[in-house]
């Protein structure tokens, strides 16, 4: 084994004990600024920071020939802002919020050459204003990680970003209606996104691409918009 798979395999290890601490206790969401702490600074400990906008959306992306065109955009659960900083080069807008003070420190000092607003905000509790009011909101494995029993509870609240004419991107590890979730990140079943149509998005592509070496589930990269 590699020294690079030894070590992605450990901060991987070191992730989940850390969300299995927390949950002990009944913090759900207090193990994000648990590890970005831990980190000091160091993205290499963050299974997910790869200071570049993630893959997957990236490609359906380019397929799409995805513009900003000044509209105003949101990402959810935003870490290090790599996602972020992709959608500023494709001419959006950008908001992005995360829960954890750290990761949003961390992120305004990376793209502190970028016009993009980042906040700290928990996604229950969303500022009012938000609501209703991004023309595309993204979200990348930001449901995955939470309990499940939280799960229609996040996309609820995602959806409610989403302006009149709005358009939501996901993008998640995916797995099978019949096909039991094992371990955290908890991947999502087609079952578990219709919830979003029950929040008035109507689901306009549904792509399925394979996983890596390292994550071989595969990935769902969804997109839905709000007809009115």
Not at 144 to 154: D, I, S, V, Y
Request: hydrophobic fraction near 40%; include cysteine.
């Amino acid at each position: 084994m590699t020294e690079t798979k030894e070590t992605e395999i450990d901060r991987r290890a070191r992730t989940k004990e850390l969300a299995a601490q927390h949950l002990e206790r009944g913090d759900a969401l207090g193990w994000f600024e648990a590890l970005y702490k831990e980190a000091a600074g160091d993205n290499e400990k963050i299974p997910w920071a790869d200071l570049e906008p993630n893959r997957y959306f990236r490609t359906w992306a380019e397929r799409t020939v995805l513009k900003g065109a000044d509209r105003k955009a949101l990402v959810v659960g935003c870490g290090l802002g790599d996602d972020a900083r992709y959608l500023d080069d494709l001419g959006f807008k950008v908001t992005a919020f995360d829960i954890s003070p750290t990761a949003i420190e961390w992120a305004k000092r990376l793209h502190a050459d970028r016009d993009i607003q980042f906040e700290v905000m928990d996604v229950f509790e969303p500022f009012r204003e938000w609501l209703g009011n991004f023309d595309f909101v993204l979200e990348v494995y930001t449901i995955q990680p939470l309990p499940l029993e939280m799960r229609a509870r996040t996309i609820d609240s995602i959806a409610a970003f989403v302006a009149p004419f709005g358009e939501l991107v996901v993008v998640t590890r995916g797995r099978e209606d019949d096909e039991e979730p094992n371990e955290l990140p908890w991947p999502m079943s087609r079952a578990e996104l219709g919830r979003f149509a029950d929040n008035g998005l109507r689901q306009i592509s549904f792509d399925v691409m394979p996983g890596d070496d390292e994550t071989p589930e595969q990935r769902f990269i969804v997109a839905y918009r709000r007809d009115h």
